[in-house]
């Protein structure tokens, strides 16, 4: 599996931060996996996102530091998925990363993929 | 939100060296702790997950125990490749991460 993650690195204040993830070696419709968000940063160490998958529907999960301006979204003719985060302030800059979950039974989580990063600044 | 706390935030070993990390999690979490590898400027990587399970064509000198809070790594015998950045990881709960323990050459 391999993840390749394509975006701006720099985006003003207020503005929306978008990152495209696209997936080689599974499908982004794979109903065993999950297809998820994370960013690192000095100050808030590697911090969880959240995750989009398919389970017979589509479902998102978001990280409570970040609901309401967190959209990730599936596109299964691209075999990618994005990451939408609006509103955007200094503290957003850190570099962000797409990773595949793999949850094989309840309680149980994990990252086995990771794209290869990028990162974004948040300036005017 | 469960809370986890790596020691030591750093250390330096020599090659050859027993080292040992620890993560403690803010309240039990049984076995859903992963651990990651990641070298500067690469993302992490996964080693250990569900707290001692080795990933495949990760060398066995690396090794993970533990449940409830408390959690170790371990790498019997330091290589220089292994030099950089531990994490753990809980999935007890919505997905969070350690501080990360630096392992520096000695």
Known sequence: VQLLQSGPGVVKPSQTLSVTCAISGDRVANDSVAWDWLRQSPSRGLEWLGRTYLRSKWYEEYAVSVRGRITITPDTSRNEFSLQLNSVTPEDTALYYCARGIAPARGLYWFDSWGQGTLVTVSS | ?106
């Open chain 2, 1 to 106: 939100d469960i809370q986890m706390t790596q020691s030591p935030s750093s250390l330096s070993a020599s090659i050859g060296a027993r080292v040992t990390i620890t993560c403690r999690a803010s309240q039990n979490i049984i076995t859903s702790l992963n651990w990651y590898q990641q070298k500067p400027g690469r993302a992490p990587k996964l080693l250990i997950s569900a707290a001692s399970n080795l990933q495949s064509g990760v060398p066995s000198r690396f090794s993970g125990s533990g449940s409830g809070a408390e959690f170790t790594l371990t790498i019997s015998s330091l290589q220089r490749e292994d030099f950089a950045t531990y994490f753990c990881q809980q999935s007890y709960g919505i997905p969070s991460f350690g501080g990360g323990t630096k392992v520096e050459i000695k």
